[in-house]
Nanobody, 128 residues
Framework: QVQLVESGGGLVQAGGSLRLSCAPS????????MGWFRQAPGKEREFVAA????????YYADSVKGRFTISRDNTKNTVFLQMNSLKPEDTAVYYC?????????????????????WGQGTQVTVSS
């Protein structure tokens, strides 16, 4: 059973930064596509950012573009989400997701259904 484990969440003031990390535990696999989604209270889960297997192609939601940066370390099968200039509206549970397929179209990266593996989530709270 593949599990993804997130870390790095917490409480931060508006304008601050946090760095989330995610890596598989248990049975490891070749994570071709890795991404981050988030779910705020009372809202549906939404796409945040994703990265392809090479680390060259990255995708972002408009709401985080220019503030968040996704990256990966393939030697450790780990994905990171650097979050700067945080806003209270970024408060949510952040979920890491991964899949073993190679996708070439943005729609696959932003859609939840295209990710086979998910983490349990890590809480990010931004105070005003």
């Amino acid at each position: 059973q593949v599990q993804l484990v997130e870390s790095g969440g917490g409480l931060v003031q508006a304008g601050g930064s946090l760095r989330l990390s995610c890596a598989p535990s248990g049975r490891t696999f070749d994570c071709k596509v890795m991404g981050w989604f988030r779910q705020a209270p009372g809202k549906e889960r939404e796409f945040v950012a994703a990265i392809d297997w090479s680390g060259v192609s990255t995708y972002y939601a408009d709401s985080v573009k220019g503030r968040f940066t996704i990256s990966r370390d393939n030697t450790k099968n780990t994905v990171f989400l650097q979050m700067n200039s945080l806003k209270p509206e970024d408060t949510a549970v952040y979920y890491c997701a991964a899949d073993y397929h190679k996708y070439y179209d943005r729609s696959y990266y932003t859609g939840e259904v295209y990710y086979a593996y998910w983490g349990q989530g890590t809480q990010v709270t931004v105070s005003s």
